[in-house]
Nanobody
Framework: QVLLVESGGGLVQDGGSLRLSCAVSGGTFSSYVMAWFRQAPGKEREFVAAINWSGGSSLYVDAVKGRFTISRDNAKNTVYLHMSSLKPEDTAVYYC?????????????????????WGQGTQVTVST
């Protein structure tokens, strides 16, 4: 069984930074596409960023481009989300997700249904 555990969330001021981590166990981490999603109160879960098995390719939603960076350390079975210039609208529960990379990277679109494994989420709150 694949287990994903997020950490690093918290309360930060507008314009601040946070780094989220997601530790993965129970599978072959280096075979997975890893992603971050977020869900704000009353809204649907939305894609934030994804990274391929090697870390050589990544994908971002337009709202976070230039502010967030996804990275991974295959030796530590961990994926990260570095968030800077945070805005109140970034407030949400952030979820880590994983799926075996079985199709070419270009076919991944960041849809919720593309991912098989999910963490429990970590709260990020950006105050004004």
């Amino acid at each position: 069984q694949v287990l994903l555990v997020e950490s690093g969330g918290g309360l930060v001021q507008d314009g601040g930074s946070l780094r989220l981590s997601c530790a993965v166990s129970g599978g072959t981490f280096s075979s997975y596409v890893m992603a971050w999603f977020r869900q704000a109160p009353g809204k649907e879960r939305e894609f934030v960023a994804a990274i391929n098995w090697s870390g050589g390719s990544s994908l971002y939603v337009d709202a976070v481009k230039g502010r967030f960076t996804i990275s991974r350390d295959n030796a530590k079975n961990t994926v990260y989300l570095h968030m800077s210039s945070l805005k109140p609208e970034d407030t949400a529960v952030y979820y880590c997700a994983a799926v075996l990379e079985v199709k070419p990277w270009a076919y991944y679109r960041g849809r919720v249904d593309e991912f098989d494994y999910w963490g429990q989420g970590t709260q990020v709150t950006v105050s004004t």
